[in-house]
């Protein structure tokens, strides 16, 4: 911050900041920009130079084996695009029954037990938002040989995190109110929780699903390249036999899927609201 | 919830339809799956029992490829970021820079980050650079687009009274315009951070770099207890980074 | 010294805010512009600088045309010409210091005013106007760290230090209480007579514009249904500027933002 110099009382003059800071400002730029460049250094160690010259040239190459599209492959990828919106829908109602049940669990307020389930319930939650949903991929193809299987499960334990979290920050911040006034009636935990918390709680939670299944189609429309079946599958296929124009078909069909599926999530939220 | 029953029934049915179609095409080998709760106990086990040691080298090497990919690709990405994020402003820009500054904003989201990696490693061959340039694209895209809505919610009454004392454009900028919103920018910077790691440890499957390479290789080979210390490396950065932005965000609030 | 000549305004919408305004002010003189919400009190002053273009009629400042200048021309007579708020338009996340050298930024570098080094005798002005308005303790302060009334008196200090010739003052009590609102207007006023400065104050409350603003120019639907001393102010002519009914509410003296809607139109126009 700023500082006066005060002589004698009467503010005399006025220095936007202190020597020291303006010193210590500039030391942190020099150490960021030190940092950067060092980083930049390491990483292009390896780098060959002539292969980034090339790249313009490589880069005209591919659009012109890309186009034009081969259209009539488009005819084959309708399976593909089924599997691939199923693992997105199926992946998300499976995360949505387990992180409902996970954030009653983990919410201050519902939880049966603060020092165990709590605990154990947060950590799910973490450990499944830390993990990018192509890892998990990985790891379940490796665990149940490629498929949609895999990818539908890969999509539910990626989304059991993001929806947990969402949901239980939501339940811990209903009105206790409401709740009282049905423990109050004589009703049982199960009933307060269903008169009490959940009509509390739905609108929040429909927003979730829905945000989360329309990421879970940008996702599931990838998924496949590591082996998860849908869309992606046919990529990674097409991409290792250099079959270019039927990427840009699959490219193309990718974009209209995400975008259809936006347009899709962004109307019905308007209906939600 | 919905009023009339006979559009509650055919709703229900349609999902219940839905769903069995869907189960019901949905492949599975269930030799192999059975073999895979054999794959997924020895999975869980090297995770209890990682292996950081036997390819330590490749592990460091990838972890160093990614931690400088996601430093360079942020500092570009920001760089880049604010200047697009003023021009797809609709109260700072004139309507041809909005557009073409739009035009990036969303050709820059398109495409998800690893299809986006498959072009640049096409272009740029195998390594850490691809990987580099395809955490700008995704930095820019993400920065630039919340930067500019950022800027089109500021309160117009501070801009007003900075253009009425006759200041320039640039100065009207720098005092109504980023006073305004650079904290907010700041908070994002370090969440993309943290955003750009964990997408360096999937973009190397596809041969972007990073150690996402390292675990895919060691996934090929069934090195479940390499696998694991690098499971366990990734989520512990992450969790770093998640605490570093949020402090960073606490400042300077 | 200012002369507005037939001034209109018609926003993209089609509403027509100015309908033809004249009005001139002296040197040293100091008008109170009333009228009732919607009038175009705002989108008048915000003519005068060309916050807002208007869309016929002139404006001039001295010698100089303001109505057919652009660019930096017409930024160095914005210099000449001051101007205060109702939501005080402070840069809330500035220090009060910063604020009040901010009305110096048009005669000021940017670089200098990257660095925030401005000029010596502009850090002694302010200084001593801050001493002035009574707020020098708080002159490292956050403006968010400060009352209404400080801030208003921070806006205060912005505009003088801008050494302008006239002010533009757009309802400078409308969001502070009675007795703050009072405090301000005898700074304002007071200001304004040691200075030489002229004055338009826009302002909502009849009784507050009468004690302190000894001419009054009433505004209706866009057009001067009066222009005279403040103690002409019939029950009469407030009829005429307010309507039948209104009057006597709107001067017991509650304001609200001025023409909301197609100010903030007319602003996103002027950015463009």
């Avoid at chain 1, 927003?207 to 299944?213: D, H, L, N, P, Y």
């Avoid at chain 2, 080298?57 to 942020?74: H, P, R």
């Avoid at chain 2, 895919?216 to 696998?227: G, Q």
């Avoid at chain 3, 401005?118 to 801050?130: E, P």
Wanted: proline share 3%; glycine share 10%; hydrophobic share 50%.
């Amino acid at each position: 911050m700023p500082t006066t110099r005060t002589a004698t009382g009467k503010t005399s003059g006025w220095r936007f900041k202190t020597w020291r800071r303006t010193r210590l400002e500039w030391l942190g730029w020099l150490a960021l920009v030190a940092l950067t460049v060092l980083c930049w250094r390491v990483m292009t160690a390896g780098t060959i130079w002539s292969f980034v010259e090339d790249a313009p040239r490589q880069a005209a190459d591919l659009f012109g084996r890309m186009l034009p599209p081969r259209w009539d492959y488009a005819n084959s990828l309708w399976r593909p695009l089924w599997d691939t919106i199923n693992m997105a829908t199926l992946g998300t109602a499976i995360a949505i029954v387990v992180a409902t049940s996970l954030a009653f669990l983990a919410a201050r307020n519902t939880t049966p037990s603060m020092l165990v389930l709590r605990p154990l319930a947060l950590f799910v939650i973490v450990a499944s938002r830390s993990v990018n949903a192509l890892v998990w991929g990985l790891l379940l193809v490796a665990v149940l040989g490629p498929g949609v299987l895999a990818g539908i499960i890969a999509i539910a334990l990626r989304s059991i995190g993001f929806i947990g979290k969402l949901l239980y920050e939501a339940i811990e911040e209903i009105d206790e109110m409401q709740v009282e006034a049905i423990r109050a009636t004589g009703a049982s935990p199960a009933q307060v929780i269903t008169y009490g918390i959940v009509p509390q709680i739905l609108p929040a939670f429909a927003t979730i699903s829905v945000f989360r299944w329309d990421i879970n189609i940008r996702e599931s429309t990838v998924l496949g390249l590591v082996g998860a079946g849908g869309l992606g599958l046919a990529l990674e296929t097409s991409l290792n036999t250099l079959a270019w124009p039927q990427v840009s078909v699959i490219l193309l069909m990718i974009l209209a899927t995400v975008v259809f599926s936006e347009w899709l999530t962004a109307k019905v939220r308007k209906g939600i609201l | 919830m919905i009023e009339s029953p006979l559009v509650r029934w055919a709703a229900l049915l349609g999902i219940a339809s839905y769903l069995a179609l869907a189960f019901a095409t949905i492949d599975v080998n269930w030799t192999r799956v059975s073999e895979g709760v054999v794959r997924a106990a020895r999975l869980f086990e090297s995770f209890i029992s990682p292996n950081f040691t036997s390819r330590w080298s490749d592990i460091q090497q990838g972890t160093i490829e990614s931690l400088t990919m996601t430093v360079t690709a942020t500092v570009a990405g920001v760089l880049l970021a604010v200047p697009i994020g003023l021009g797809a402003a609709r109260n700072l820009a004139p309507w041809w820079v909005y557009g073409i500054c739009r035009g990036v904003i969303a050709a820059s989201r398109a495409l998800q980050d690893i299809i986006v990696a498959i072009f640049f490693v096409a272009m740029f061959g195998f390594g850490p650079f691809a990987g580099f340039l395809t955490l700008t694209v995704s930095t820019i895209g993400f920065l630039s687009k919340l930067l500019a809505d950022d800027i089109e919610e500021i309160d117009p009454g501070q801009v007003e009274a900075i253009r009425a004392t006759g200041a320039g454009f640039w100065q009207v900028i720098d005092f109504a315009v980023a006073s305004q919103v650079i904290p907010r920018l700041i908070g994002l910077t370090a969440y993309k951070v943290d955003i750009n790691f964990r997408e360096s440890s999937v973009i190397g499957i596809v041969g972007a770099g990073g150690i996402g390479a390292t675990l895919n290789t060691a996934l090929d080979r069934y090195e479940f207890d390499t696998a694991g210390a690098i499971l366990l490396i990734i989520i512990g950065i992450v969790m770093a980074c998640e605490y570093g932005a949020g402090a960073i965000r606490k400042r300077f609030a | 010294m200012l002369r507005i000549q037939a001034l209109t305004k018609t926003y993209k919408n089609g509403e027509a805010a100015l309908k033809g305004v004249s009005l001139g002010v002296e040197a040293g003189e100091i008008i109170g512009l009333i009228g009732p919400s919607g009038a175009g009190k705002s989108t008048l002053i915000r003519c005068v600088n060309r916050l807002i273009e208007p869309s016929s009629g002139r404006v001039q400042l001295g010698e100089v045309e303001l109505t057919g200048l652009s660019g930096g021309a017409l930024r160095r007579e914005r210099r000449r010409i001051g101007m205060i708020f109702q939501e005080y338009a402070l840069i809330e996340r500035l220090t009060v210091m910063e604020n009040v050298l901010a009305g110096r930024l048009g005669y000021t570098g940017f670089w200098n005013s990257w660095f925030r080094r401005f000029a010596a005798q502009d850090v002694q002005r302010a200084i001593a106007l801050l001493e002035r308005v009574g707020l020098i303790d708080h002159i490292d302060k956050r403006a968010d760290a400060l009352s209404g009334g400080q801030r208003q008196r921070v806006g205060i200090a912005r505009a003088l230090i801008q050494q302008p010739e006239l002010l533009l003052v757009d309802e400078p009590t409308a969001s502070l209480d009675p007795k703050t609102s009072r405090s301000v207007m005898r700074l304002l006023t007071e200001l304004c007579i040691e200075n030489r400065l002229a004055a338009i104050v826009n302002i909502h409350d009849v009784v507050l514009a009468q004690a302190f603003l000894p001419r009054i120019v009433g505004l209706n639907a866009g057009i001067v249904v009066y222009d005279g001393p403040a103690s002409g102010l019939t029950a009469e002519v407030l009829t005429s500027i307010y309507g039948e009914e209104d009057w006597t509410r709107t001067a017991a003296g509650e304001g609200g933002s001025d023409d909301g809607e197609p100010l903030v139109i007319a602003r996103m126009e002027a950015e463009q």
